[in-house]
């Protein structure tokens, strides 16, 4: 069977495959990381290169699959950089890696869950998918703000530490759900920039969400009719 071939008869189901992945890559492995189990470092490392070979039979983009391979070669890079030295460079690697994996998801995932046709329940998922996809991209560019600037949040330090991807996370969601900054705030004008516009995105994409799977179904009902 081809990838075209797959990723026909597969390529929805993907989307709720693909978000369970990543919700058990940040609510559960990242804390179990965090609080030094290397085991599960090796885990999240793993369901990375799942993650990434998901993206590369959902996307037809040459584009796309060069991208993620770049990324999954950054992913290794990175490990073992860290296994050996942990460094600011393998932060990086491991930043970057997660930033290109993050955009082309969601490029991929916008494409396959907003496209014209019936709004099915996987379709629903993928939209649930590009959301956290998007905390996943801020994640990546507080990594590299933290790195330049070493005190550009109060309340959280950005080094090479297993607990560093929790607490990336953490802010992440704190600021794209505008749930409020408490032990951890912004302090550096590019650092505060970045979080306007994630919490802005938080704030827009489910009214606009909404209204684009509501106009979907309704476009597919009057094609039946």
């Known amino acids: ?53 998901g993206v ?35 932060l990086n690697l491991f930043a970057g890696s997660w930033l290109i994996v993050g955009v082309t998801m969601a490029v991929t995932v916008a494409r396959a869950t907003f496209a014209p046709g019936r709004v099915t329940y996987h379709r629903v998922i993928g939209a649930v ?37 929790s607490q990336l996370i953490y802010f992440s969601f704190a600021t794209l759900t505008t749930t409020g900054y408490g032990d951890v705030a912004p302090l550096h004008p590019i650092a505060r920039s970045l979080c306007n516009v994630e919490a802005i995105f938080g704030q827009l994409y489910p009214a606009t969400l909404l209204a684009r799977l509501v106009t979907l179904e309704l476009a597919h009902r009057d094609q039946d009719s």
């Open 1 to 53: 069977m081809s990838v075209e071939q797959l990723r026909e008869r597969w390529g929805d189901s993907l989307l709720t495959v693909l978000t369970g992945v990543i919700l058990v890559m940040m609510f559960v492995v990242a804390p179990l990381q965090a609080l030094g189990l290397f085991e599960f470092q090796v885990f999240e490392l793993l369901l990375a290169i799942f993650l990434v070979g």
């Open 56 to 90: 590369f039979l959902m996307s037809g983009s040459a584009l796309a699959v060069i991208a993620m391979l770049v990324a999954l070669a950054m992913i290794v890079v990175g490990a073992v950089l860290r296994i050996r030295s942990p460094s600011i460079l393998d």
């Open 129 to 165: 998918l590009l959301y956290l996809t998007v905390a996943v991209i801020f994640a990546a560019l507080y990594t590299f703000v933290g790195t330049l600037v070493p005190s550009a949040f109060s309340g959280m330090k950005v080094e090479d530490s297993p607990k560093l991807a």
